[in-house]
T-cell receptor, first 116, second 114 residues
Framework: GAGVSQSPSNKVTEKGKDVELRCDPI?????LYWYRQSLGQGLEFLIY????????KSGLPSDRFSAERTGGSVSTLTIQRTQQEDSAVYLC??????????????FGQGTRLTVV | GNSVTQMEGPVTLSEEAFLTINCTYT??????LFWYVQYPGEGLQLLLK?????DKGSNKGFEATYRKETTSFHLEKGSVQVSDSAVYFC?????????????FGSGTQLTVLP
């Protein structure tokens, strides 16, 4: 596609429910990143994929969070048993190469998750 | 670990005023430095970048110089416009564990009044 696409754009869920957030990266981009943006905070790194593997999962805040990527393309971030502190905007980005030294990361518009 | 500290906002300026948003960093190795911008209702987009010391990134009238001696990458613009109103994020790319990743500052909200 023309850009990074995320769905849904907004999600309201009840505490304790599971949610799935989807990211469609730019075609051909091998690297994919998930970030979380909480109100008044910077972007918090969650996980990075190179192809279908995730060499860096260090940012996942708890074992309720998991992510997968299939076919080197679409990625899904799953949050189980959601808590109110999970409320945030979840951003996905992709880049042509993983180095990020000279290549640009392209961001989607995010999924705004509200846990009530 | 890697970290980015940027000037807290919000910042409110009149049109044609001079803008500086301070950014300092801590990183292992030789990071690349970026400024990303988030316009209202839009996703983050790259504004400018610099990949080595003394490089100057520039775009849309904005400039930032990679200063290794002061570990800084301050964003400047000589004459801001209403259309520059947005949130600005300083970021670095450096090794963290086994991979390079982008580390972001907390963002600075800029409002330019006509």
């Amino acid at each position: 596609g023309a850009g990074v696409s995320q769905s849904p754009s907004n999600k309201v869920t009840e505490k304790g429910k599971d949610v799935e957030l989807r990211c469609d990266p730019i075609s051909g981009h091998t690297a994919l990143y998930w970030y979380r943006q909480s109100l008044g905070q910077g972007l918090e790194f969650l996980i990075y994929f190179q192809g279908n593997s995730a060499p860096d999962k260090s940012g996942l805040p708890s074992d309720r969070f998991s992510a997968e990527r299939t076919g080197g393309s679409v990625s899904t971030l799953t949050i189980q048993r959601t808590q109110q502190e999970d409320s945030a905007v979840y951003l996905c980005a992709s880049s042509l190469e993983p180095g990020l030294r000279n290549t640009e990361a392209f961001f989607g518009q995010g999924t705004r998750l509200t846990v009530v | 670990g890697n970290s980015v500290t940027q000037m807290e906002g919000p910042v409110t300026l009149s049109e044609e005023a001079f803008l500086t948003i301070n950014c300092t960093y801590t990183a292992t190795g030789y990071p690349s430095l970026f400024w990303y911008v988030q316009y209202p209702g839009e996703g983050l987009q790259l504004l400018l970048k610099a990949t080595k010391a003394d490089d100057k990134g520039s775009n849309k009238g904005f400039e930032a110089t990679y200063r290794k001696e002061t570990t800084s990458f301050h964003l400047e613009k000589g004459s801001v416009q209403v259309s520059d109103s947005a949130v600005y994020f300083c970021a670095l790319s450096a090794l963290s564990g086994s991979a390079r990743q982008l580390t972001f500052g907390s963002g600075t909200q800029l409002t330019v009044l006509p």
